[in-house]
């Protein structure tokens, strides 16, 4: 791929370098594929479409089936019922039915292009790293203030953490365009999505360990 060692400044909550994080992007995905991207962004999408549509055939609408005129004789073209679709107030000629749109790509293809994804952020220089984001207790005060001393206050972020954190959780979910993920959960629409990703140094390190083990 031609991409170089990545050095990554570490930031603390005041928006100080406290270190750096060397990473090659090759350690998280070899290579980066668009299609691959393409697909899975695309499988998360349909996966989050509802199908709950519903209109109305001939059969369901209200109005009388009798004949409107007699078939001849009037000059007008033939007509039956005043439920036909071509008429006003008639059925849908295709009715819309509810479906499911949800498929799955292989287990191993979305994993590959969840770390394609961090691979591009990490060569994008999209990635923050901060050294630590533990929270005594929920406060999206405290939250807020620390995206703003990283400089991304505003700007969509996905917020990673090593583990599930309820009180950072709870301290960002109030704040318009920022989601938190542990590295669990993480998906190539989450990672995608927002302009930047905030992750923890610990965070970091559990990305690099699962993509090599």
């Known amino acids: ?19 750096r994080y060397e ?7 070899p290579r980066i594929s668009k299609q691959l991207l393409h697909d899975a962004v695309v499988m998360y999408q349909a996966n989050q ?16 089936t009798k004949k409107m ?16 679709g071509v ?5 849908h000629i295709f009715a819309k039915r509810p479906r499911d749109f949800s498929y799955r790509l292989p287990r191993k293809a979305v994993q590959m292009a969840t770390r394609m994804a961090i691979a591009s952020r990490l060569i994008d220089s999209e990635v923050v790293v901060i050294d630590d984001l533990k929270l005594t207790q929920p406060k999206t ?9 990283l400089k991304i206050a505003g700007q969509s972020t996905l917020v990673t953490t090593a583990e599930h ?15 938190v993920s ?32």
Do not use: W
Not at 23 to 29: K, L, R
Not at 69 to 84: D, E, F, L
Not at 165 to 179: K, L
């Open 1 to 19: 791929m031609g991409v170089v060692m990545a050095s990554l400044p570490i930031y603390d909550r005041s928006g100080q370098e406290v270190g």
């Open 23 to 29: 990473i090659d992007p090759t350690e998280i995905a």
């Open 49 to 64: 479409r509802q199908g709950t549509f519903r209109t109305k055939s001939r059969s369901e609408v209200a109005g009388s």
């Open 69 to 84: 005129y007699r078939q001849k004789g009037t000059g007008n073209a033939r007509a039956g019922s005043r439920r036909s």
């Open 87 to 91: 008429r006003r107030g008639g059925g």
């Open 141 to 149: 005060k405290e939250m807020a203030a620390i995206l703003k001393a």
């Open 165 to 179: 954190d309820v009180n950072v959780y709870r301290s960002a979910r109030n704040i318009e365009g920022v989601q």
């Open 182 to 213: 542990p590295v669990s959960q993480l998906n190539v629409l989450d990672v995608l999505r927002p302009k930047r990703m905030l992750v923890t140094k610990a965070a970091l390190d559990a990305i690099r360990a699962k993509a090599a083990g």
